[in-house]
């Protein structure tokens, strides 16, 4: 069977690979997937690059920047006329930041998340200038034994899942200066207290996604924790799933792990952050 050619004697050209969904603009979807691509570039792209990314001819991506130029979405940067974002992007974004509320956005996650674990869930955020973790919010399970903990408590940073969860995004030298600064109090028998075996755990819950307190707090109570990342990459939360050790069994970890781990992805996302693609050093404010 013979491709239809055109008068002219050329194939047609095929769809564009960012052809809109039904009830979407097409060149409003298309011109929002460019935008994205040059975000996603950390600094600025080539035209012939964008094109490619978005499936589309080098023609019809000028028209849509330099429509998104006319805007000041857009902008052209250096000698070879690269694509950057443009200072309209800028305000939008802003304007984004400015309108979050953490507790407003995250409180209705925990109660799902509480429901779907059974277990009392909690929200630490990062002190950067202590270095603590200190819980900001908490939804409790309705269980007779349950996880309490008063809002604005501290969590001991080697001893506990939202704060081993944050460690474990930093360097070693962040690290062994801040263990040097804070100590490695004994709470139990199962605490943690020396560096060695903290960075062995601390690399175990980055190859997993989530950490694990085992009853390294309190004896006889067990937490998993993810962290949650802003717009800079850097963790500033972490959410946690805590409970006695006869309901959080060895075979039910890697179960409520998972769920920690969707939640804290779906609240990075919604706060317009993303995870590292590796490491990264915490510094103080």
């Known amino acids: 069977m013979t491709t239809p050619t055109s008068k002219r004697g050329k194939k047609p050209r095929a769809a564009a690979a960012t052809a809109a969904p039904v009830g979407q603009v097409q060149s409003l979807s298309r011109g929002m997937k460019l935008l994205e691509y040059i975000a996603e570039a950390n600094g600025s792209i080539a035209l012939t690059e964008l094109a490619q990314r ?40 802003a304007s984004f930041l400015d309108s979050r509320n953490l507790l407003a956005m995250v409180h209705p996650k925990l109660r799902t998340l509480m429901e779907r674990s059974g277990e009392t869930v909690n929200l630490a955020v990062l002190d950067r200038v202590n270095f603590d973790a200190i819980i900001i919010d908490q939804v409790q399970c309705n269980q007779l034994m349950r996880m309490s903990a008063s809002i ?7 001893a506990s899942g939202a704060g081993k969860a944050l460690l474990s995004t930093l360097d070693d030298e962040r690290l062994t200066q801040l263990l040097h600064r804070k100590g490695m109090h004994a709470y139990t028998p199962h605490t943690l207290t020396t560096p060695k ?7 175990m819950i980055r190859k997993q996604g989530f950490s ?10 067990r937490c998993v924790a993810a962290c949650l990342f802003n717009e800079y990459r850097e963790p500033f939360a972490a959410i946690s799933i805590s ?14 792990g ?10 990075t996302r919604a706060w317009g952050g993303g995870a590292p693609e590796a490491r990264v050093a915490l510094h103080s404010s």
Do not use: C, Y
């Open 54 to 93: 978005a499936g589309l001819a080098n023609s019809t991506t000028h028209r849509l920047l330099t429509t998104l130029a006319q805007q000041e979405f857009v902008r052209q940067v250096g000698d070879l006329g690269l694509w950057a974002i443009g200072p309209r992007a800028f305000i939008v974004g």
């Open 152 to 158: 604005g408590g501290k969590l001991p940073m080697h």
């Open 197 to 203: 075996t903290l960075k062995a755990n601390l690399s």
């Open 212 to 221: 694990f307190d085992d009853e390294e707090h309190a004896l006889g109570l």
């Open 243 to 256: 409970g006695p050790v006869s309901r959080i069994t060895d075979d039910r970890v890697i179960e409520i």
């Open 258 to 267: 998972a769920l920690a781990i969707q939640t804290a992805k779906e609240l």
